[in-house]
DNA sequence: CTGTTAGCGCTTTCAA
DNA sequence: TTGAAAGCGCTAACAG
């Protein structure tokens, strides 16, 4: 059952305005080959009519549907920011989002169904914007193949013939730890994101790395295994006041997990920065205002989204071999160390 | 131009399997008007050429596309929890989501500009999820008016003949006023969300009027106007240290202005909640985890959104004359106290 | 400049 | 049980 007040179409139009669908076609897509009178008839029947063009039609007929599919996964919030990013430049540039949500340890058949869903759609293109896991079948050559739509993944690691979009987390991690060591820290522990995934593995990798580098120990008791949540990172650094009674400094992989960490800090009677510095990593909304605010790396995730879109759009655009406009300046990336009162 | 390897058609499955379009789709649509025979013809035919079904002609020719559309508003990230309620409704049954961001304070074109473009693309149903702002002029009944498609606000204020769902803010607030109070507080501190929002202008006024209920006083000199920002927070706190020395609470309006108020009256050494007893609103995640961890009220979001999406199923359904199934079971609204150290 | 004729890929009649 | 024809609302290709 249809509801019953239904829309003007295209020929309704025509017959109030006793021309062709095909000139009213021309009318609304502002094509030049219409006389001022014709046109003027046109405008004034759509009007009375209050005429709206069905998307859904157009986007059957011109095979595109200016919309883009964002595969994401909300859980912990990693992705809001950069969310944020590509909304505003979807926006922008007249695209519309159509949003999915996929378990980050989901299997290949439900990517696949995702996958499917989405392209049966006729989406433009797919942003698949959740970080890699050791799972990640959609990473997979034997998935990608599968993908006949443009696609951009986000905060992977590089892989030949895929377009990915990331932050550099080796890099901002050696900022964090280059500034611990440089301030005269020699007892640096790490708390470390889920080790499925490829952006905690980076980031470890540089605690351990720099370490090495500057002839400290970086021993197993000195490493504490965490979740991304405040609790692990309250637990980690129970761990440490117990089994590592030197720290003094903690590098933490996220700043969520340093809130837990300064909190049992606290709890212990430990002066921070005095007696333990800690750095988090990606300023968290909100981590300046920690107590006390929270040392941390700027990760930019509003620019990754801006960037994921863009090249996004670039691949449409080849695909299509068209040109998207009002496309807005990607604002440079910013990767810094925000030094604060936990870590000065 | 389009893309070179077009996706199977119905009609090459027709041609394939030696049947006609028709045959297709009733397989396709799980007719029992097939005999066994055909049917597996047919199936073999469609994973020979991998044929899928588009659903936009679906969309065009049925006039439902299964697929609502989430105006939000997500700069302070107010709606994420919620959000994520809806997402799993809507996985659940089948929907589809797409994603429109508008201004908080968007004026009357710009969101008749949203609507239209949504409508166009033919959604089943609108889900209106920027709280109440005073200007929201998607709750103007002219604009109402010129919403022809089913269509559930969320957090405004009741209003005859429109569909809101929302959580009580005002009930809320009295949880946490009543809270203060019996535990002896006597001067008790509001910092304010924007009074041109709804749900901080309901616990606001919760916050006036269980002060004169108690016979407490509620100066002007003992509320501070914020954002919403942990920076306002620290503003307001510094403000009644100064200004309304007698302060021994503060109910904040959100926790994550909270978390700068906090951090003011470590700052100042006040203790909390021995000096200054502190409650927030929103159980905002990480808030127990605030340094102290933060009394506030919850509020589930995520049972708003679910709500909400489950409200507007049921007016789809009442306008399409369907009923969809595999909507999940609502779980109950927890409305309730979070007593943590910050006052206990 | 304008109209006619075909589709886009599917569903919905109505016959057979 | 199957098929033919018409149409969803629009655009593209070709005539005039």
């Given at each position: ?7 003007a ?14 000139t ?6 502002d ?19 209050g ?15 200016h ?10 919030f990693y ?7 590509v909304?505003?430049?979807a ?8 949003v999915?949500e ?7 058949a ?5 996958m499917?869903s ?24 034997e ?7 443009p696609?951009?993944?986000?905060n992977?690691?590089?892989?030949p ?17 280059h500034?611990?060591?440089t301030?005269?820290?020699r007892?640096?522990?790490h708390i ?5 995934m490829?952006?905690a ?11 090495a580098?500057a ?9 504490f ?5 405040p609790?692990?990172?309250?637990l980690?650094m ?6 590592f ?8 992989a996220g700043?969520?997990?340093?809130l837990g960490?300064?909190?049992?800090a606290?709890?212990?009677?430990r ?22 605010p929270?040392?941390?790396?700027e990760?930019?995730k509003r620019?990754q ?6 090249a ?21 990336l910013?990767h810094?160390?925000l ?6």
């Amino acid at each position: 059952m249809k509801p019953a007040n239904k829309r003007a179409t295209i020929s309704d139009v025509a017959k109030r305005a006793g021309v062709s669908k095909q000139t009213i076609s021309r009318v609304i897509n502002d094509s030049p080959l219409v006389s001022a009178d014709t046109r003027a008839r046109v405008q004034s029947a759509i009007e009375e009519l209050g005429y709206r063009r069905s998307e859904l039609a157009r986007m059957l007929t011109s095979g595109r549907s200016h919309t883009i599919a964002v595969v994401g996964n909300t859980v912990h919030f990693y992705s809001s920011e950069s969310y944020a990013g590509v909304t505003r430049f979807a926006d922008a540039c007249g695209y519309s989002l159509i949003v999915k949500e996929l378990a980050r340890d989901a299997d290949y058949a439900s990517a696949l169904a995702v996958m499917h869903s989405l392209v049966d759609r006729q989406i433009d293109g797919i942003l698949w914007a959740i970080p890699e896991c050791c799972t990640s079948p959609w990473l997979l050559p034997e998935f990608v193949r599968q993908i006949n739509v443009p696609v951009v993944f986000m905060n992977a690691a590089p892989r030949p013939g895929l377009t990915i979009v990331g932050y550099d987390n080796y890099a901002g991690a050696e900022l964090a730890m280059h500034h611990l060591i440089t301030s005269g820290r020699r007892h640096i522990a790490h708390i470390a994101g889920p080790t499925d995934m490829w952006i905690a593995r980076e980031r470890e990798r540089a605690w351990r790395e720099c370490l090495a580098r500057a002839g400290l120990s970086h021993d197993d008791h000195q490493r504490f295994q965490g979740d991304w949540q405040p609790a692990s990172g309250q637990l980690g650094m129970r761990h440490f006041l117990q089994h590592f009674p030197e720290v003094d400094a903690v590098f933490v992989a996220g700043d969520y997990m340093g809130l837990g960490a300064q909190l049992e800090a606290q709890l212990q009677g430990r002066k921070i920065p005095e007696d333990i510095a800690i750095i988090g990593f990606g300023n968290r909304p909100g981590s300046d205002f920690y107590y006390p605010p929270l040392t941390t790396i700027e990760q930019n995730k509003r620019y990754q989204g801006e960037a994921a879109f863009a090249a996004l759009i670039e691949k449409i655009d080849a695909f299509f071999g068209e040109e998207t406009k009002n496309m807005p300046e990607l604002e440079p990336l910013v990767h810094q160390l925000l030094v604060r009162a936990s870590a000065p």
